[in-house]
């Protein structure tokens, strides 16, 4: 099996803990187990074929009706039975609900009829769609996905769930129309995923597709206004002669209902990920709601500035994308029953970030009322490098935000020759990567001069440049040391200045290469991955954080959580152990992949230039190994480090000599840890040093929290399926094993093979995951394991 799980104890989780070295609190704890025993869900038989249904009209509903019909039924319908099977006007359960359908005697609730069309609306075909009424949406037409099995499985893409406020403004919940509009059904039908990768798109169906964010190898995409969720949902009902089409949902089928928050870095992602997160696959097999989510990301996400601040309660102003997050939940609570979904059996699903979203939810008690289970893959409550200490974040916005003008001026003085540094960091002076100072001009004059006349001779670009910040490093040094203060002529103050001016740039100006903006220079030969990441460069210093996260006061008051106020969070584990309030969930899923610090590993050349290439067969010397380890026990969070985080150079070397100590026998293969990944001694225990650091000791910390916390059944997961790369990706072959992301392809499987609607030949991406019917077992076992959490099994 390739799914180790175990259900931890009350009575043995916190001795499991204590143990010693971490691979055998590891290897204590997970056994391999066949994943039917986290109770997955048996087949289900198709109904007899005397079970029949019908639409009828009581109390001014709709309702499907199902029967039995038995051999005392026969001399009253005979010639029917003989014809159709069912009784006239009566159709066989398995023609109405699918092949799935089980049991009979029951009735739903029949949702509204699809609207009358010919042929197709503008993304729908009539004969295939299927509407619902949504108070705050008003009336909403899906469409049924082909290639299901067991049920007919209906899709609705890109549904509004909240109101965009504007750019770094927190979400508003959907205004209440004064006359809903159930006349005309807007369509949700269309999500083709090569819109993923183009650009300036003004289709309307598809701007709210995917939240605003950029990689080089993709290019910028998706717009600011991305509030958007899209439902898959098995409640469907075929009713030959209902409108134009047949289909109608069963809003009353009280489905459980699985939210997926999609990870990323907070840097990229979305809720189709290119059809790996598409849930025909889940929701067919597993009988399912599958709801998932978009969020602001990257710099309109997590930005965090000193004067970004509410304009009535002062407050400063963060932690956007979790609010986006938080709306989603509430949509969910108030509109999941329209599609078939049951707004008490919520299970929250996310990965990486996704995971560590869930972290700050748990820790909020207004969201926490929103769900009743979790599953969290590769989570992390309490690392300082994601949870971003709100006095490093602030600092860091105010530098990126210079940063960002710094290049404006760098592009429009620099000669041609000097610019290269630009292009080294995947971000050009062209138009589209950089506004021009004209466009600055233009905008913001009044922001920078105000109106008084003496000032107007600063208006031509030579005069106007002297004012903005020098070059890529927006004025401030590369190790996170604060920035100077000035004024422009208006009087503002220059960060102030600098902010409001950013409000009125393009979404693509404003978003720079958040890896580029210190210095650095160029990589000889650039590999596979550096590409796809946009950093074909090296020399920045390694960093203690993600470059956008949430914003937490590490020693805030358990009460502080993002949902209240400004934003800020207190660290979301400080919250877990030191709250007393309930914690009232059903069961709380934790887990990790063996080799996550595979595909972390490769990114440690970039941040510190004297580090060997990942495939080189030099390998790593031991004195840049403990360079790296030194960075990693000590790591520098400028301002920050004058409190929480901050380590003198006596508890540094202890801190050091620790680690280097406990991973000195972790340089060759083990059972435990399997046969990937290096050959090199220092980088395979660097390998697994970033796997148990960033995720492996900080899911062991929070279930033995969760012990302590809550009743809820606990259970935590290993995944260990290698990876199965093609030779032609290089840099990758054999040196992932299971490694970051890698299971996802998996749960949205079935088995039919891993991937929910993976659009290209070959697997996932074409890098082959998906060729073996070792692949097809492990996403058989992976999807039926989550569905059965999901179905609270």
Known sequence: ?????????????????????????????????????????????????????????????????????????????????????????????????????????????????????????????????????????????????????????????????????????????????????????????????????????????????????????????????????????????????????????????????????????????????????????????????????????????????????????????????????????????????????????????????????????????????LFSNVIMESLNCDGLFIWMPQRFASDWGRRYVRAVFGRIRACGTLPEPDRTVYKESQNDCSESDTASVATVIDRCSDIFLGFDEQHLHLRNVTSFVQLLPLEWLGGCDGIYRGCEERTFPSGLAFDDGLLRCALRLDAGHVWVNQFGITERHALEKSSYMEELMGMSFTGMPLPPHLPWAPVIDPRGPKDLHYAVGGGLLTLPQKVLMEDESPLHLGSITAGFNRDEGTLFSLLVPHFLGYVPRFSGSAGMEDSVYRDIMEQLACPDYGPACRTEGCHTDQSCGGRLAKIMKEYAGEARPSRARGSCCSKDPNTLRLQRILTDYLFVCPTLRFLETMEKRSNAELRLYEFDADDELPSTVPDLKNTLGAFHVSELFFVFGNEDGPGGNLPLQGGAFGLGLGFTKQDVVISKKMSNSWGALVRHE
């Not at 025993?37 to 009209?57: D, T």
């Not at 075929?238 to 047949?246: A, C, I, W």
């Not at 489905?255 to 290119?274: A, H, N, R, T, W």
């Open 1 to 369: 099996s390739y799914i180790h799980v175990v259900a931890l104890r009350q009575q043995n989780i916190a001795a499991a803990l204590g143990m010693m070295r971490l691979y055998q609190i590891c290897t204590g704890l997970l056994w391999s187990v066949e994943a039917s025993r986290l109770q997955q869900a048996n087949e289900v038989q198709v109904s007899a074929p005397r079970c029949c249904c019908r639409a009828v009209s009581m109390s001014g509903n709709d309702i499907l009706q199902c029967r039995d019909f038995g051999e005392q039924d026969l001399v009253s319908y005979t010639l029917s039975f003989f014809n159709t099977g069912c009784p006239t006007g009566w159709s066989s359960s398995s023609a109405v609900l699918g092949k799935a359908s089980s049991g009979c005697n029951f009735q739903w609730k029949l949702g509204p009829k699809a609207q009358a069309c010919k042929g197709r609306t503008k993304n729908c075909r009539c004969d295939s769609s299927v509407d619902v009424e949504v108070i705050r949406n008003g009336r909403m037409k899906g469409t049924l996905l082909p290639g299901t099995k067991m049920h007919d499985v209906a899709v609705f893409f890109s549904v509004p769930f909240a109101a965009y406020s504007g750019r770094w403004k927190h979400p508003a919940p959907l205004q209440m129309p004064k006359t809903p509009r159930l006349d005309k059904a807007s369509d949700q039908c269309s999500m083709p995923w090569l819109y993923q990768l183009r650009t300036g798109a003004t289709d309307s169906i598809h701007r709210g597709s995917f939240c605003f964010q950029w990689l080089p190898a993709l290019g910028r995409f998706g717009m600011e206004s991305c509030l958007t969720l899209d439902v898959y949902t098995p409640a469907v009902a075929k009713l030959p002669g209902s409108g134009s089409s047949p289909l109608r949902l069963r809003s009353n089928a009280s489905l459980p209902v699985m939210v997926f928050i999609e990870g990323g870095g907070f840097l990229v992602g979305d809720k189709y990920q290119q059809g790996i997160y598409d849930g025909r696959k889940l929701v067919d097999k597993q009988n399912v709601v599958l709801v998932n989510i978009n969020y602001r990301l990257g710099v309109l996400g997590f930005l965090h500035h000193p004067y970004l601040r509410d304009k009535e309660s002062g407050e400063e102003l963060m932690n956007f994308g979790l609010r986006d997050q938080l709306e989603a939940l509430r949509w969910i609570q108030e509109n999941i029953h329209s599609f078939g979904g049951d707004p008490k059996r919520v299970t929250l699903v996310g990965e990486s970030a996704g995971a560590m979203s869930i972290c700050a939810h748990l820790a909020s008690p207004v969201a926490r009322q």
